[in-house]
């Protein structure tokens, strides 16, 4: 067997995993010359929250993100997590938004995409995956992994092969919760192998403990690619450890022929900037534990830390157990959505609701409501007719791919956004965060023309958080 490639996350997943993605550009580009040299599969490096984050939080632009990244990197492959007609934001976006988004991320510098759609419901990924054939990237179809009376091994092989004929250049297990268990890993590793022709990449989170003895059984099924983060970034809700990995494999037939010193170095690059978040507070030890309910309810760890936040706003966080044991019947209920964003705060909340109401779905949010209508796309089991008319009453089901349904967008938004055009794509900053994505520009200009964009004009209502 060939050797084993490394996928890097510690630029993207990793750090957004540990510490809600607050790493600043400054802090990734003194080391990115090293980490080319290493010889990586690829740095995953954009995309997922990363964008959000940029604007909301650290006022920095994503797109010049990717371009300083890329311009020290020049040997080693850029990937970036791209969700489908969601493209990186919380709603489904129209077609043509979506190419632009795709072209334009390949132009600034990116390789490699990643496309998944929270209900693997493959109509949602065509769109994405046409474009990335089309600018000459690399199609990473991605699974959403999770358990439930549907998902096997076989059905999973069958969508894998669907994607392959869509026009996938590799496929990824994304095991977001790390529900992914080792003897699971290893037979539908070997599954895949014999289904479809192109590579198996395998992403899994330490969450439940398990992902590193899952890399290693997916690995030795004959997996393709595995995702690895560099140690001070890795484990808790983040990726296995890379160092370990690599030295486990080595001398064997699966030898990733990566080096532990140049390794080495890179971990200790990070291993300061790691301390500074621990220090702060955006580090919570909390994350770096093992967490078994993830296994006993599937429950991802980021919705883990979104249901005990709001369950405390509610002053009723005695509740978490019940709201624990409510999400698996939400979700049952709900036709088995895979838990991930958007899908995973969705049942979440709505488990939340029934909980401390009192009474199931005598509330019900606007978002449960459009995944049950269908709005996010085919759920995995056909919602029970009666359990839809209580929640949607005499509205239309929505059958066809939701993205059909929405007009065309991109010339709308440009014209919104025209103030602020500085580069084109400004555009699709807009499309994707709007009042939040004005909010950046404005600090942006401000601090452009010398005003005082720290605290905020008057005239522009600048604030940053």
């Not at 750090?15 to 080391?31: F, G, N, V």
């Not at 049952?332 to 609701?353: C, H, K, W, Y």
């Not at 400004?426 to 939040?436: H, I």
């Amino acid at each position: 067997m060939a050797k084993v490639r490394i996928t890097e996350t510690v630029l993207r997943d990793s750090h957004q995993s540990l510490i809600a993605t607050r790493m600043k550009t400054e802090e990734m580009l003194p080391i990115l010359e090293e980490m080319d040299k290493v010889g990586y599969h690829s740095l995953e490096a954009w995309g997922g929250a990363t964008f959000d984050a940029c604007i909301r939080f650290l006022n920095e632009d994503p797109w010049e993100r990717l371009r300083k990244i890329r311009d020290r990197v020049k040997n080693t492959k850029l990937q970036m997590l791209f969700r489908g007609q969601n493209i990186l934001g919380y709603r489904h976006y129209a077609d043509d938004v979506v190419r632009y988004f795709v072209e334009k991320s390949i132009a600034n510098g990116i390789d490699i995409i990643r496309i998944f759609d929270a209900l693997n419901d493959a109509r949602n990924l065509r769109t994405a995956i046409e474009a990335t054939k089309k600018e000459g990237g690399h199609v990473q179809a991605a699974m959403s992994y999770t358990l439930s009376p549907v998902h096997s091994n076989e059905a999973f092989a069958k969508y894998a092969k669907e994607l392959e004929e869509m026009g996938a250049d590799s496929i990824c297990i994304k095991d977001m919760a790390g529900l992914l268990t080792p003897y699971t890993a290893y037979d539908l590793v070997k599954t895949l192998k014999e289904t479809v022709k192109v590579p198996i990449q395998v992403h899994t989170h330490y969450t439940t403990g398990l992902a590193s003895m899952t890399a290693l059984k997916a690995v030795e099924a004959g997996a393709d690619i595995i995702d690895t983060a560099i140690s001070p970034f890795a484990m808790g809700t983040s990726q296995p450890p890379t160092e370990p990995i690599v030295a486990t494999l080595a001398g064997t037939e699966y030898d990733t022929g990566l080096d532990l010193n140049r390794l080495n170095r890179i971990a200790q690059y990070f291993t300061p900037i790691r301390e500074k978040y621990l220090k702060s507070g955006q580090l919570d030890p909390k994350v770096l534990k093992v967490d078994v309910r993830g296994l006993m309810y599937q429950v991802p760890g980021g919705m883990l830390s979104n249901l005990v936040s709001q369950l405390k706003q509610a002053g009723q966080s005695e509740k978490l157990e019940e709201v624990l044991a409510e999400v698996p019947k939400v979700r049952e209920d709900a036709g088995f959505p895979p838990l991930v964003t958007p899908t995973s705060q969705i049942v979440g909340t709505q488990a939340v609701l029934n909980v401390i109401s009192g009474e199931r779905y005598k509330m019900v949010t606007k978002e449960f409501r459009g995944l049950v209508r269908g709005d996010y796309g085919k759920t995995p089991v056909e919602i029970s007719e009666s359990f839809r008319k209580s929640i949607i009453g005499d509205e239309e089901p929505i059958t066809y791919r939701p993205a059909d349904r929405i007009e065309p967008e991109l010339e709308r938004l440009r014209e919104e956004v025209r103030p602020y055009l500085e580069q084109e794509e400004n555009v699709l900053t807009y499309a994707l965060f709007d009042q939040v994505a004005v909010k950046f520009f404005e600090y942006r200009k401000a601090k452009k023309y010398g005003l005082d964009a720290e605290h905020g004009d008057p005239v522009l209502g600048v604030h940053t958080v």
